[in-house]
């Protein structure tokens, strides 16, 4: 098991490099195939998150799968508490902040817990910002919360802020899972700023261009799902986009 993310996380901020998860929801990868491994091997990732808001099949195969034949780190970005399992590398332990939701600040926390406690995952707390991303989203449905609005920075900002001063040790903006509309490089810059933890992005990234405008924002982690299902392919590219981003 691997125990240093957040450090790695946070020497690779300093350094001004920037990072790619590829996201794997465990409904969609039932049957993880030799393909996608080899894309996923190629690209050289920094992450695997694992996770999604809505998962009916096992997190834990598809992470004891990933741990059997990848090398990366495999970082859990559950829905809920259900979807804990000690056999990953890290927990991002989420919190929905834009949302006032308890369960989703607290309660899925708490039924957690002794789970997570007895473990021996590295745990990272993670303030969780749903930002409208043009069309209702997974995490909108379940959480029964809100987005907050695309077009008001200051809200954004301030609920980062917020998260910081709490503790949490990363903020991660959400787009939501295949947005129309990624986090526009305006609230990115205007978190960025105010932010000393990593910034997190996702949600809606399709493009190298999107990759490269968030990355200048100042996004420290970038998190695709949805467009490597669609063009596992891409994952090399895209990856390489990353790794070679110069400010
Ligand atoms: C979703 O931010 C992640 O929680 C990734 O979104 O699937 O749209 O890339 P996509």
Known sequence: MIHNIYQLIQEKKATGQKMLAVLLDPDKCSNVGQT?????????PDFVFVGGSVVDGS?????????????????????DARQFTP???????????????????????????????????????TGYILIDGGRLSAVERVSHTQPLPADCPEMVVATAVAAQLLGMQMVYLEAGSGALTSVSPEIIKAVSSELSIPLVVGGGIRTIEQINNAL?????????GNHFEAHPEDMLPFAEAVRSYRS
């Open 36 to 44: 996608l491994f080899e894309c996923i091997s190629n690209a050289r």
């Open 59 to 79: 997190v834990d195969n598809l992470v004891r799968t990933l741990k059997q034949y990848l090398s990366f780190p495999v970082v859990l970005f559950p829905g």
């Open 87 to 125: 056999n990953a590398d890290a927990l991002l332990l989420l919190s929905l902040i834009s949302g006032r939701n308890p369960d989703l600040l607290i309660g899925q926390h708490v039924n957690a817990a002794m789970a997570i406690k007895r473990s021996s995952i590295e745990v990272i707390p």
């Open 216 to 224: 200048s924002a100042g996004a420290d982690l970038l998190v695709i």
